[in-house]
């Protein structure tokens, strides 16, 4: 049994709290918020303990412990974790500034410290096998990658106002699954948006509806649109075309079921919101980690591929502002922290 600790009772601790609580390999210690209130809440619910930070990071209680606190305490919570000889599963990103997040990665010397972020659209059922189809040739070289993330309602203004913008937060995911599916780490990035939703979007230096294209080394092209408002549920799906197929991981709908009419068939339509459609990779997430921890295998995303994904979002959202492709820069790292 593995012994975890999760920092951060929020919604998302919510989801991971269930998650540990009904995982049969983890020893769920307990749970640690800065609103002692709602930690003692989410403990409850889940048999489970509501501590302290102090007890959170004690490497004599505790084997692992997964990050879910607000954004501006993730490199100071994997720093710690770092420190003391924990493993560790993050929410991304590592620190909205790519700086920080650097920083705290290059202090961190990973050596036989399981570290993962959790870009948890690697571990969708659809996106896995398709990814394994690819690199195993069945479509060819790869020419062009289609991606679609679209969001049923716009998020509030005040979590847009601290997301970093829809490349950070929204796109972010696909620019890590680009790289993910295809094993190439994109070389310049193109990105232009609008705003159809509400003006004060645009009064946040933001955008809700967008398209980017990244170009590869090998000269494959990505193409990722993304919007945050669509009004008839939520929507990804991938397309890659290669020189000898396509690979296509489609719409996923809350059903199959089609009744037919006279001139007219109706379907099941999508789920009502992102976390719908993507909870089980949550669960999946947790599972890749925990059985990493136990047979003390290779894990990822790792610290490294986090911030990778982070740079394109960084050049991303650079081409935004100014119209104009830009060069992507990956982060130097020391040997330490491949």
Excluded at 47 to 60: G, H, S, V
Excluded at 158 to 185: K, P
Excluded at 210 to 228: C, E, F, K, Q, Y
Excluded at 313 to 336: D, K
Aim: some cysteine.
């Amino acid at each position: 049994m593995i012994r975890f600790a999760l920092v951060g009772a929020g919604f998302i601790g919510s989801v991971h709290a269930g998650n540990l609580a009904a995982h049969p390999d983890v020893d769920f210690v307990g749970v640690a918020d800065i609103d002692p209130t709602r930690s003692a809440s989410l403990a409850r619910r889940h048999a489970t303990t509501a501590i302290d930070l102090d007890q959170a990071f004690d490497p004599d209680s505790v084997d692992a412990v997964l990050i879910a606190s607000s954004t501006d305490t993730h490199a100071e919570h994997l720093r710690r974790a770092a420190t003391v000889g924990l493993a560790a599963l993050c929410e991304k990103p590592i620190d909205l500034d790519l700086d920080r997040a650097v920083a705290v990665v290059t202090a961190i010397d990973l050596d036989g410290r399981p570290m993962m972020v959790d870009f948890n659209r690697r571990f969708d059922r659809d996106y896995t096998q398709l990814r394994q189809a690819v690199r195993a040739g069945e479509v060819g070289g790869v020419e062009l990658v289609q991606m679609t993330t679209r969001g049923p309602a716009l998020p509030p203004l005040e979590y847009l106002a601290v997301s970093g913008g829809q490349m950070r937060d929204q796109t972010v995911h696909f620019f890590d699954l680009a790289r993910w599916i295809t094993g190439e780490d994109p070389e310049t990035v193109f990105a232009t948006g609008s705003v159809f939703t509400d003006p004060r979007v645009s009064e946040l230096g933001d955008v809700d509806t967008s398209v980017v294209t990244l170009r590869m080394p090998s000269g494959a092209l990505v193409a990722i649109d993304s919007a945050r408002r669509i009004g008839y549920g939520y929507d990804e799906r991938i397309e890659v075309l290669g020189s000898d197929g396509m690979i296509e991981a489609g719409r996923r709908h809350v059903g199959a079921v089609s009744r037919y009419h006279a001139g007219r068939v109706v379907g099941d339509g999508m789920h009502a919101g992102w976390f719908e459609r993507v909870a089980p990779t949550y669960r999946s997430a947790l599972d890749h980690f925990v059985d990493a921890l136990a047979q003390r295998e290779t894990l990822g995303p790792t610290l490294p591929e986090a911030l990778k994904a982070q740079a394109i979002a960084e050049a991303a959202t650079r081409s935004l502002r100014t119209g104009i492709p830009q060069p992507i820069v990956y982060p130097a790292l020391s040997a330490a922290t491949h």
